[in-house]
């Protein structure tokens, strides 16, 4: 579905934010990209998504395929009309507008019975979105405006869902919700799932396969199992390290990818 090869990317003509990243998503699979910030996980997901541009970058170097197509140079229209929809990060939503007109808005390219049918669905499995669908989507809360974003995703039909930072900002109870969401689509809907995280203990539990993302380069790459039996990844993310600076200084030195 998805297949990144040695890819870099700048910004400005300088700022190097990826230096040869590559990883694969399968069908019907779910991948998490992990890493803290800097890591240069939303330049990938601009990357994917033909965004690059409008963020001063460019693909200096590598490949995009999706679907077994070259998409390395197309723009976000023909990307998604390829079949991927990308959520980024911050909530981009049509703030002024509704609940009810953000999902129109998503879903114009339907007829209208699909349309029709397709918000019915959204409400049905969101129904506090459905509470608040005359309200303006600026004033939902983020658990709210992730559930929109999630529905307007839907509505675009896609075979490979791209979603940047879910759970940024939201209460761990919204974060479950929104996790088990993502499961759900996936199962019922047969989507591919790329979820990019600083979240590793949400993520893991609900992707097949994990990559870790460190300062433009991928330091990790196996199953969900696996990253969660290394001792690495799991002191680094979830904050399993003993205290006192002489494990501190043990931990630096196992720290392979530095």
Same mark, same amino acid.
């Given at each position: 579905?998805?297949?990144?090869?040695?890819?870099?990317?700048?910004?400005?003509?300088? &700022?190097?934010?990826?230096?040869?990243?590559? +990883?694969?998503?399968?069908?019907?699979?779910?991948?998490?990209?992990?890493?803290?910030?800097?890591?240069?996980?939303?330049?990938?997901?601009?990357?994917?998504?033909?965004?690059?541009?409008?963020?001063?970058?460019?693909?200096?170097?590598?490949?995009?395929?999706?679907?077994?197509?070259?998409?390395?140079?197309?723009?976000?229209?023909? &990307?998604?009309?390829?079949?991927?929809?990308? &959520?980024?990060?911050?909530?981009?939503?049509?703030?002024? +507008?509704?609940?009810?007109?953000?999902?129109?808005?998503?879903?114009?390219?339907?007829?209208?019975?699909?349309?029709?049918?397709?918000?019915?669905?959204?409400?049905a499995r969101f129904p506090r979105?459905?509470?608040?669908?005359?309200?303006?989507?600026?004033?939902?809360?983020?658990?709210?405006?992730?559930?929109?974003?999630?529905?307007?995703?839907?509505?675009?039909?896609?075979?490979?869902?791209?979603?940047?930072?879910?759970?940024?900002? +939201?209460?761990?109870?919204?974060?479950?919700?929104v996790m088990q969401t993502l499961?759900?689509?996936?199962r019922e809907k047969g989507l591919?799932?790329?979820?990019?995280?600083?979240?590793?203990?949400?993520?893991?539990?609900?992707?097949?396969?994990?990559?870790?993302?460190?300062?433009?380069?991928?330091?990790?790459?196996?199953?969900?199992?696996?990253?969660?039996?290394?001792?690495?990844?799991?002191?680094?993310?979830?904050?399993?390290?003993?205290?006192?600076?002489?494990?501190?200084?043990?931990?630096?030195?196992?720290?392979?990818?530095?």
């Amino acid at each position: 579905m998805l297949s990144v090869e040695n890819l870099k990317v700048v910004y400005r003509g300088v &700022i190097l934010a990826l230096d040869g990243v590559s +990883l694969e998503v399968g069908e019907g699979e779910a991948v998490a990209l992990l890493g803290p910030n800097g890591a240069g996980k939303s330049s990938l997901v601009r990357a994917i998504a033909g965004l690059l541009p409008k963020f001063e970058g460019r693909v200096l170097d590598g490949k995009v395929r999706l679907f077994g197509r070259e998409a390395t140079h197309l723009d976000p229209v023909g &990307i998604s009309q390829m079949g991927l929809t990308a &959520i980024l990060e911050g909530r981009p939503l049509f703030r002024y +507008l509704t609940p009810v007109e953000n999902l129109m808005a998503a879903g114009h390219r339907l007829p209208p019975k699909a349309l029709k049918e397709g918000m019915e669905e959204v409400f049905a499995r969101f129904p506090r979105l459905y509470e608040r669908r005359h309200e303006q989507a600026g004033y939902l809360s983020g658990g709210e405006q992730q559930m929109l974003l999630l529905g307007m995703a839907l509505l675009t039909r896609p075979r490979l869902l791209v979603v940047d930072e879910p759970s940024l900002g +939201l209460a761990p109870k919204l974060v479950g919700e929104v996790m088990q969401t993502l499961e759900a689509l996936r199962r019922e809907k047969g989507l591919s799932l790329l979820l990019v995280e600083q979240n590793a203990r949400a993520a893991l539990g609900v992707v097949d396969r994990v990559y870790v993302l460190e300062r433009g380069r991928v330091v990790f790459e196996g199953s969900a199992k696996e990253a969660m039996e290394d001792q690495d990844v799991m002191e680094f993310y979830l904050g399993k390290e003993e205290v006192g600076f002489r494990q501190a200084r043990r931990y630096r030195r196992r720290k392979r990818w530095v």
